[in-house]
C-alpha cells in the first residue's frame, strides 16, 4: 500500500521560515513528479510547486523566490523550504506523487492527508 506522509507544518510568524516533507513508501518502482498544493479556507486547491525527479522544478508566481522544492532520491522525499512567509500563505498543504507502482509498472497519483500552515501577520 502506498502512502503519503507529511510533516512540517505549524504557527509562524509573517517573515519566518517552514519546511515541509512528504515522504513515499510502499511498493514504488519510480518516481515521476512530486510536488505540494495549498488550500485555504472558502478556496480551490492551488499548485504551490512541482518537481520531477529529472529534475525540473515548477513554483506558482506567487511563491517564487521564496519556496524551494527539492527530493531526497534515496527517500522517495520531497522536501519544501517556504521563507518569507506571508499571512495569505496560511492554507492546508497537500503532498501529490505520480508514483509507478512495481505491481503493475502503471503511474498512479496520490495525495497525502494535508499539514496545516498557519502564517501570523
Known amino acids: 500500500q502506498v502512502r503519503l506522509v507529511e510533516s512540517g507544518g505549524g504557527l509562524v510568524q509573517a517573515g519566518g521560515s517552514l519546511r515541509l516533507s512528504c515522504l513515499a513508501s510502499?511498493?514504488?518502482?519510480?518516481?515521476?513528479?512530486m510536488g505540494w498544493y495549498r488550500q485555504a479556507p472558502g478556496k480551490q486547491r492551488e499548485l504551490v510547486a512541482t518537481?520531477?525527479?529529472?529534475?525540473?522544478?515548477k513554483y506558482a508566481d506567487s511563491v517564487e523566490g521564496r519556496f524551494t522544492i527539492s527530493n531526497d532520491n534515496a527517500k522517495n522525499q520531497v522536501d519544501l523550504q517556504m521563507n518569507s512567509l506571508k499571512p495569505e500563505d496560511t492554507a492546508v498543504y497537500y503532498c501529490?506523487?505520480?508514483?509507478?507502482?512495481?505491481?503493475?509498472?502503471?503511474?498512479?497519483?496520490?495525495w497525502g492527508q494535508g499539514t496545516q500552515v498557519t502564517v501570523s501577520s
Open positions: 501529490n506523487a505520480d508514483l509507478m507502482l512495481a505491481r503493475d509498472y502503471q503511474f498512479h497519483n496520490y
Open positions: 510502499g511498493s514504488i518502482f519510480s518516481i515521476n513528479v
Open positions: 518537481l520531477s525527479w529529472g529534475g525540473s522544478a
